[in-house]
């Protein structure tokens, strides 16, 4: 049974440039969270999806944005990179909710280590 | 929004001794708090959890415990070993019916001296 994956593994940009990330959440599992994790630093929260909806956002500028499809895979864009947005960028999964019952735990992709020039 | 200190930030012990890892939260409103294990490179790991229902929790050499009044909870690692050594992070979830924020600790580096 495949686990998270993330896509790519790493990507160097330049500043100003667009970049996608993708991620695919353990089978059956329909909440996808975005994490950005500086060296040295816990995973910051980006974006949560479940069910296709944004149900949550941290505290990141409208530079970036996510989508969640309909097989629950999802993308994370950042526009306008900035030097500061080099960083590894996780994905985590977890089935969500059903019949009242929620379940919270989160499993993590490998990561996204991207860095901008 | 909640906020998540943890201490100590670095953490050298024996082989065979404990670890103790210490997490306070802000927000009342937390209900399931994680612990993951980080080693170099690669993806945190889920190593334990514990939701605001209970005040403790044990899997063999790991354990957890809340004390929700208080708001902190800690993470115990006994009969500590190389391989425990790693980054081990806390983490403060709230949310109900599909909906999670996850606010993250800031880190424990532990090393286990053989």
């Known amino acids: 049974d495949a686990g998270v994956t993330q896509s790519p593994t790493h990507l160097i940009k330049t500043r100003g440039q667009h970049v996608t990330l993708r991620c695919s959440p353990i089978?059956?599992?329909?909440?996808v969270s975005w994490y950005q994790q500086v060296l040295g630093q816990g995973p910051q929260f980006i974006f949560q999806?479940?069910?296709?909806?944004?149900?949550g956002r941290g505290n990141f500028p409208d530079r970036f944005s996510a989508r969640q499809f309909p097989n629950y895979s999802s993308e994370l864009n950042v526009n306008a990179l900035l030097l500061g947005d080099s960083a590894l960028y996780l994905c985590?999964?977890?089935?969500?909710?059903?019949?009242?019952?929620?379940?919270?735990?989160?499993?993590f992709g490998p990561g996204t280590r991207l860095t901008v020039t | 929004g909640e906020n998540v200190e943890q201490h100590p930030s670095t953490l050298s012990v024996q082989e065979g001794d404990s670890a103790v890892i210490k997490c306070t939260y802000s927000?009342?409103?937390?209900?399931?708090f994680p612990w993951y294990k980080q080693e170099l490179g690669k993806r945190p790991q889920l190593i334990i959890d514990i939701r605001s229902n209970v005040g403790e929790k044990k899997d063999q050499r790991i354990a957890v415990t809340l004390n929700k009044t208080a708001k902190h909870f800690s993470l115990h690692i006994t009969e500590t070993q190389p391989e425990d050594s790693a980054v081990y992070f806390c983490?403060?979830?709230?949310?109900?019916?599909?909906?999670?924020?996850?606010?993250f600790g800031t880190g424990t580096k532990l090393q286990v001296i053989p």
């Open positions: 089978s059956g599992h329909k909440s």
């Open positions: 985590a999964s977890s089935y969500g909710s059903k019949g009242g019952l929620t379940s919270y735990e989160q499993y």
């Open positions: 999806y479940y069910e296709k909806e944004e149900r």
């Open positions: 983490a403060a979830s709230m949310g109900s019916g599909g909906y999670q924020k996850v606010t």
């Open positions: 927000d009342s409103a937390s209900n399931y």
